[in-house]
């Protein structure tokens, strides 16, 4: 079958999906960019924090709290690093929560929303507040440079993302419109080179932080990951074409209008009554048990957001540049195991969606148990080389839902499977930040068998699957007179 992308002609496919639209621009240019921000910047910020916290909130002079974060084997500087982490550590679950609550919220409405006014709005509404995050992370930290600012002062940074849905409501948007342009037989693929975009963007992001933050300070980091944030706003304004078909009477309506339907409650049922009507094949169940996954997935994520590069920091004395190394190796190793995933798992072996995901779980797990129990860096780079295949688990797992589902609901599917995900960090930003403030003096990878037990469940879940498709294809399976 021809590329989505190649034509502007519409082109009705043979396995009964909505129409597959040609001449699309592609999503990967902006999700590389927003993600090369996101992650050029963010163990940086953590930095930030960690310093602003020291020299404002504690008071110590910059002397001591210039050796933070610079490879300093000292017992003093061991002890004074103990003293800061909780600061930064109750930031960093603020912004988690920031970007869960409202976010939560807005899912519910935002998808059924978008596919009768459009996908476009939203995605250009969703990188655009992105944009303004890490535009106001610039703005404070130049004006830290001037003045004593407490490091909270960087959660007004936090509300153009809550508001705007975060990367929850973007990751939706962006798959949505997958759905829309592509067939039921290619989705799959094209969610896992996404994914491959995202992990791209990622890559790029950690290995010119340290690089950047060396040779350059702060400021210059987040001016540029607010560059790259612009520049992917640009491009969706620019070059994505609308993927829904908005009928003539849609299209007159004012935006006052659009924006009153945007909170109807109606949504909100319709949305729920989407994902738990009945489906025959066990395809209700097959949702459920996906975005349940989904969510575990998140919750158990959330300590990267929240305590790792805090814990490498106190466990094995990591600045930036140790830490962008070993985000780097992880990332190109995640790039690698989706890739072998795809084409390997899925097109020679002939594994299902589901199969995969479960392997990419016990992966995830087999990883957060090394970790919890790492002694020394090179545990931690080992964990990444047996555990590549952890990065199919998103792509595979969105993909199998989508299946699921006819096409006109796979929008409201995803909002409420954002929905589920976005209100993940409101449980686990707390406890893991906790157990890791309670355990820093002993055990400072305590926090990883949280998500030991939670990526257990989630490769449970899986298997679930497995079976439930086992059994729809033993039932469908013609008999033999």
Request: one cysteine or more.
């Amino acid at each position: 079958m021809d590329d989505p992308y190649e034509s502007e002609e519409l082109v009705r496919v043979e396995d009964g999906n909505r129409p597959s639209r040609k001449g699309f621009f592609i999503l990967e240019p902006p999700i590389f960019l927003v993600l090369f921000a996101l992650n050029v910047s963010s163990a940086v910020f953590t930095d930030q924090l960690v310093y602003q916290a020291c020299t404002v909130s504690l008071g110590i002079n910059r002397t001591e709290c210039d050796k933070l974060g610079k490879e300093y084997e000292s017992p003093e500087v061991q002890a004074l690093e103990a003293r800061v982490q909780p600061y930064s550590a109750d930031i960093l679950m603020a912004e988690s929560l920031a970007d869960s609550i409202l976010p939560a919220f807005m899912n519910l409405f935002i998808g059924p929303w978008s596919a009768r006014f459009g996908r476009k709005p939203v995605l250009l509404f969703t990188f655009t507040g992105c944009m303004l995050s890490h535009l106001f992370i610039a703005v404070i930290c130049a004006l830290s440079s001037w003045y004593q600012l407490d490091p909270w002062y960087y959660a007004l940074s936090f509300v153009p993302s809550a508001l705007s849905g975060a990367t929850c409501t973007m990751l939706t948007s962006v798959f949505c419109y997958i759905a829309d342009v592509t067939s039921e037989q290619e989705r799959g693929n094209k969610m896992s080179i996404m994914e491959a975009a995202l992990y791209s963007g990622m890559l790029v992001g950690n290995i010119s932080s340290s690089f950047i933050l060396r040779v350059t300070n702060a400021l210059t980091v987040f001016v540029i990951s607010t560059i790259s944030a612009i520049l992917a706003v640009l491009y969706i304004a620019l070059y994505i074409e609308e993927s829904v078909q908005i009928t003539a009477e849609d299209r007159q309506e004012s935006c006052c209008s659009k924006l009153g339907y945007l909170f109807r409650p109606r949504m909100v049922l319709d949305t729920l009554k989407t994902c738990f009507s009945w489906r025959s094949n066990y395809g209700r169940a097959i949702i459920l048990l996906g975005i349940l996954t989904l969510g575990g997935n998140i919750f158990a994520f959330e300590a990267n957001n929240t305590v790792f590069f805090l814990f490498v920091r106190k466990q094995f004395n990591w600045a930036v540049r140790k830490y962008s190394y070993y985000a780097s190796a992880e990332t190109v190793l995640l790039v690698l195991g989706n890739l072998l995933a795809t084409y390997v798992l899925e097109r020679l072996i002939g594994l299902t969606e589901a199969a995969i995901a479960s392997i990419g779980f016990f992966s995830w797990m087999l990883n957060s148990i090394v970790i919890a129990v790492a002694s020394e860096p090179w545990h931690l780079y080992l964990a990444i080389v047996i555990c590549m295949l952890k990065g199919a688990t998103d792509p595979m797992t969105r993909s199998f839902i989508s299946k699921g589902a006819s096409p006109d609901d796979v929008g409201s599917i995803f909002s409420f499977s954002s929905t589920f995900e976005a209100l993940m960090p409101l449980g686990a930003a707390p406890l893991y930040t906790n157990v890791y403030k309670h355990t820093l003096s002993w055990d400072p990878g305590a926090f990883s068998w949280i998500s030991v037990a939670v990526y257990g469940l989630c490769y449970c879940l899986t298997m679930s699957v497995c079976v439930l498709q086992f059994m729809r294809h033993l039932s469908t399976y013609p008999s033999i007179d």
